[in-house]
């Protein structure tokens, strides 16, 4: 409630195939978001609650002997799903995150030696706590490159935030929501917004911001070209999302924080407040980048 860009851009993620993470203080509505998703689609959900001693294994699945049959049978972890939930990412180690990698980039798991294709579609939503709060793991860079978007919520104004109380009076609202749309209906919405057309003029202006980015004197590290590639993606789905047939300069200046800030690193060993400061050059970049007639 009160958040529209919020729910807007992660139906971007999900109509691109790409992926989102939410980032922000705890009792926000990270969590309601995705769960609100999950329930206005009919398609399989499933959510994981990550821990410190949390093991790869506990996600991917893993094989399981059966000495009647004198074999090993691979048991399917909760990364077999349609919609998948990770619910603060950043509690469990890094050698944890990455059993997420492929599967966000590939849509596969290997498992020992054999490779398992997911089902499609294949959306994750994680959920991470500022890097600053305990108990957290910073994600690693190319943990980070795998989401196609990371926004954060806020809070909401005190009049929306009146409204959420009143509605919260007889339960979850979430468990009111009926579902929208099944997985062939959203598989077919994916497939249309390839079809979404970008004019050249806008390919360029897209290029222009992420060299301008890999030139900056505050960046060590600009976009890559997956991360253009991403906004480009994320451009027609936005489009797609407001019902157009064809993208505008305007979507390359909404996507872009969103989709590249957490892509670039910046200057300096402190990591606190670094991810705000990538915002805010991504912000001079676009503002400095002229736009095509």
Known sequence: MGKPDAVQLTTVALLAEGHILLEDAPGVGKTSLAKAFAKSLDCQFTRLQCTP??????????????????????????????????????????????????????????????????DRPFFVMATQNPFEFEGTYALPENQLDRFMLCIDIGYPETDIEKEILISHRDGEPVDALETVLDATQLKELQLHVRDIRVDD?????????????????????????????????????????????????????????PVLAHRVLCRGLIREGQRERAKNIIRQIVENTPVPD
């Open 53 to 118: 001693d949390m093991l790869p294994s506990d996600i991917l699945g893993s094989s399981v002997w059966l000495p009647g049959v004198g074999e090993f049978e691979f048991r399917r972890g909760p990364i077999f799903t349609n919609i998948l939930l990770v619910d603060e990412i950043n509690r469990t180690t890094p050698r944890t995150q990455s059993a997420l990698l492929e599967a966000m980039n590939e849509q596969q798991v290997s498992v020992e030696g054999h490779t398992y294709q997911l």
């Open 201 to 257: 003029a806008i390919n360029d202006y897209m290029l222009n911001i992420v060299a301008a980015s890999r030139n900056h004197d505050e960046l060590a590290i600009g976009v890559s070209t997956r991360g253009a590639i991403t906004l480009y993606r994320a451009t027609q789905s936005l489009a797609l999302v407001e019902d157009r047939e064809f993208a505008v300069p305007d979507d390359v200046k909404k996507l872009a924080v």
